[in-house]
């Protein structure tokens, strides 16, 4: 008998039954389900579109001799896309999902695959199986037949695809996913498998509450395995595990718990790897180690800790074998860590010290703005209080021409800005005359007068303290080239403008009383009618900035 005839006649014989009979419906099934395992062309279409689907439905309900048989068939006809409405509209979703309740693993798999494959990419039977309660069993099962690889293939699969809504992460922050997940990465026998686990992990995440949970589960320390194990493999499909897997290690130390557990007081395993990938010749690894330290470094205690324990010549040992060149993101991620490590005090003193900005200096020859922006911000930070470091920073010529130059950067707001603040942390936390006159030589006055003038007001008045340090420290040496670049017009426009903020004019009121010790300026002052500004903010809303003026006016009137 031809295949199309004995289907015709198997859908003719199943269509008629008024009785569900499994006796006699089996061999008509048979013939169903071999056809379809044949993948003879049109089977599933035709099968769907006979109007038996109700009775398959009705016989999975049942739970009979055929439910096995029938899943099987319904899970092998749902391959054909053309096919999964009907499934759907003929109820075989809501009759297949309590069979995920069985204890028979045939029939679990056959199960799995058949719902996995009705509601592949239908976000609306995704939300309703996610509402029936499917992601306890589905793990449930993971847990109970872990050896069965098909098995837990097919639920892998399940949370894959679900994984991503939020009705599902929260069910499983309840089902105890983060041990089924780490056994199974533990004993993946291939990388298909080992991308599958590291997609639901990757998935979930991004979960702050399944984050501590993965942590205390030992995924990180799973994931570590991993990667040591396939580290000097030059297989694609191992080098892909590895950047997945360090790249999910580096999420998970995003929540400030789990980043804790891991660091462990730098005796963790995790920690003491990640230190191992700063060293690699993977170039992936040495970006998920130096961003992962960024990361521990969130803390002040993390980082005193840390640079006890050396980890700041791994990170410049790093950055120089990448400044010619390099890894713009590794060089990146290595001077997050550095600058997150400069923050507390006394590991400011200790980097100065051990030289790390004479070495950091050699990545001024970058021409990537990530880079430059990331290194001018690593050099704010180390000298943020510390006299020596910026008295030594500021007195390098090179540093200051570089930094000039980047003052001017045109197609890069960030850098410019950062390189601007810079020039004024030397002289705000320097003091020095020595810094000041490098400032000048560098032609570095312009900039700040422009900051002066930047629409941030913290810059705005990191600039105006900067300037008025520097004439208070030495008025000789800065008159003139605050004359050149027209400082004081500038700070008449800025107390006159009537949207200015009043921190701004407060900064540039100080300023001002500084300059007055100069004769040269005091007489542009004069020129100016500087005086009418400063009486008009007399009468300010703000008190303080109304006492200042006129104390302000009271110095100019005493030098006159």
């Not at 009705?167 to 309840?174: G, P, R």
Request: glycine letters at 6%.
């Amino acid at each position: 008998m031809a295949d199309t005839d004995s289907l015709a006649e198997a859908l003719k014989a199943i269509s008629v039954s008024t009785e569900l009979i499994e006796e006699e419906l089996k061999p008509h099934m048979d013939t169903l389900l071999n056809l379809l395992l044949e993948k003879k062309k049109g089977t599933a279409e035709q099968i769907a579109s006979s109007g038996v689907l109700p009775t398959l439905a009705q016989t999975l309900r049942n739970k009979g001799s055929l439910t096995s048989q029938v899943a099987l068939l319904v899970a092998e006809m749902a391959r054909e896309a053309a096919v999964r409405e009907r499934c759907i509209e003929a109820g075989l979703v809501t009759a297949l999902v309590p069979l995920l309740n069985s204890s028979d693993q045939d029939l679990l798999l056959h199960t799995g695959r058949a719902i996995g494959r009705i509601c592949f990419d239908n976000t609306v039977q995704q939300t309703q199986l996610v509402k029936s309660g499917v992601i306890p069993r589905l793990v449930a099962i993971m847990h109970q037949y872990p050896e069965n690889d098909p098995l837990v293939n097919v639920c892998l699969l399940a949370l894959c695809n679900l994984a991503d809504m939020d009705a599902a992460k929260d069910a499983l922050t309840e089902v105890g996913v983060a041990e089924v997940l780490t056994t199974q990465l533990k004993r993946a026998p291939d990388a298909e498998r080992r991308h599958l686990i590291l997609e639901v992990l990757g998935s979930l995440g991004e979960s702050d509450a399944l984050k501590l949970q993965f942590v205390e589960a030992g995924v990180p320390e799973a994931l570590s395995e991993m990667i040591r194990k396939l580290q000097g493999d030059s297989d694609p499909h191992d080098l892909c595990s590895i950047k997945i897997a360090s790249n999910l290690i580096v999420t998970l130390l995003l929540g400030d718990e789990s980043m804790q557990k891991c660091f462990g007081e730098g005796t963790g395993s995790v920690y003491q790897d990640v230190l191992s990938w700063l060293q690699s010749s993977n170039t992936q690894l040495q970006l998920s180690g130096a961003l992962a330290i960024a990361n521990f470094a969130r803390n002040d205690s993390n980082c005193v800790k840390m640079m006890e324990l050396g980890v700041v010549p791994h990170i410049l040992d790093l950055l120089e074998h990448h400044v010619d060149e390099g890894d713009v993101s590794v060089q990146h991620a290595g001077l997050s860590a550095l600058r997150n490590l400069a923050i507390p005090a006394s590991n400011k003193v200790r980097m100065l010290g051990d030289g790390v900005s004479e070495r950091i200096r050699t990545l001024l020859r970058s021409d990537m703005p990530p880079v430059q922006f990331k290194l001018l911000g690593t050099l704010r930070m180390m000298v943020d209080g510390q006299e020596e470091a910026a008295t030594v920073l500021g007195k390098d010529e090179v540093l200051l021409a570089r930094v000039t130059e980047w003052c001017e950067a045109k197609d890069h707001a960030g850098v410019r800005g950062e390189a601007n603040r810079l020039l004024a942390a030397l002289i705000r936390h320097s003091r020095s005359p020595e810094v000041i006159h490098s400032v000048i030589k560098a032609d570095g006055v312009q900039h700040l007068i422009s900051m002066a003038t930047s629409e941030h007001v913290i810059m705005q008045n990191e600039a105006l303290v900067a300037l008025a340090i520097a004439s208070a420290i030495d008025i000789e040496a800065v008159q003139e080239p605050f004359w050149n670049a027209d400082l004081l017009p500038t700070l008449q426009k800025m107390l006159d403008d009537p949207v200015g903020a009043v921190e701004v004019k407060f900064s540039t009121l100080g300023l001002i009383c500084s300059l007055a010790n100069s004769s040269m300026l005091k007489e542009q002052m004069e020129a100016l009618n500087l005086k009418d500004s400063l009486s008009k903010l007399s009468s300010h809303t703000s008190t303080k900035l109304a006492s200042q003026a006129d104390t302000v006016m009271a110095v100019l009137s005493e030098t006159s």
